[in-house]
């Protein structure tokens, strides 16, 4: 008999409502659990209530009606998140706070409250992981995409979060970036849960879990891209 291990849960979601104008729900009835070492997928068409969804995860939205426990406990206040659930915004200059990248990176760590011999350690380790290190005094503006993309994502890893949540990751990406980033994400994965909403078929591959969201709930769950096209392809996405 094979003995399965159970995953430690991080962040459970219990029955989640959440609208931005009253009574109109984007969000309808979710529950989901993040377990240790997950890397989940979440598609589905655009205006289903993605983005809304993560935002949820590290407390940047609250829900109206539900529940949300991190590490088995409840959370009360949505800010109690933001330290263990980093988000990497789909447009890394919405998230620049400083325009030279390694004290960009330190802005996160710095403001956990961490002592400022920790927060140098936490930039150069970020910087040495995403391989920018010789980008550390360059002004973020001047920066490929590609390369602004990785600040991004290291200012989020130099808080060390428990889980990583990634909007829509590989838009704009050529081929070339785009694999050099898939193997980043293998590599943090290693170390945070990963939550990625995505369009790209080939960020699937990456994943342990996908799931299926349309119009604000969880409407299938799939255990790779193989079962996922084929319920998509011989069925349909529209199908209810
Ligand atoms: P997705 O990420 O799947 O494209 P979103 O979560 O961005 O979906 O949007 C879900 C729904 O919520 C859409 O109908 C969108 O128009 C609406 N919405 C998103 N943000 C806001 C907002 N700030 N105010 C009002 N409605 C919003």
């Keep these: 008999m094979a003995i399965t291990m159970a995953r430690t849960n991080i962040l459970k979601l219990e029955n989640i409502w959440f609208a931005y104008e009253k009574g109109k729900y984007v969000l309808k009835d979710i529950s989901l659990s993040i377990l240790k070492g997950d890397k989940i997928g979440i598609v589905g068409p655009n205006g289903s209530g993605k983005t809304t969804l993560i935002k949820h995860l590290n407390g940047l939205l609250s829900p109206e009606k539900g529940r949300i426990f991190y590490n088995g406990y409840e959370v009360k206040k949505r800010r109690e998140l933001t330290r263990h659930v ?22 996160g760590p710095r403001n956990q409250g961490l002592k400022e011999e920790e927060v140098f350690t936490r930039v150069k380790e970020a910087m040495e992981y995403l391989k920018i290190t010789h980008l ?13 993309k ?16 990634l909007d829509e990751p590989t838009l704009g990406f ?11 994400i293998d590599e943090v994965s290693k170390r ?18 996908i799931i299926m969201i349309m ?7 799939f255990v790779d891209k193989k079962e996922f096209m084929t319920k998509v392809f011989e069925h349909g996405l529209n199908e209810k």
């Design 86 to 107: 980093g988000l990497v915004f789909q447009n890394p200059e919405d998230q620049v706070f400083f325009p030279i990248v390694e004290e960009d990176i330190a802005f």
């Design 150 to 165: 990785k600040v991004s994502i290291a200012g989020v890893l130099a808080m060390r979060p428990e889980i990583m949540v």
């Design 192 to 209: 945070s849960a990963i939550v990625i909403t995505t369009h790209d078929l080939e960020v699937l591959d990456h994943v342990n879990r």
């Design 136 to 148: 550390a005094k360059r002004s973020f503006f001047s920066l490929s995409f590609g390369e602004k």
């Design 215 to 221: 119009d604000g709930q969880i409407k299938e769950e």
């Design 174 to 184: 050529d081929p070339w970036s785009k694999k050099e980033f898939l193997e980043i």
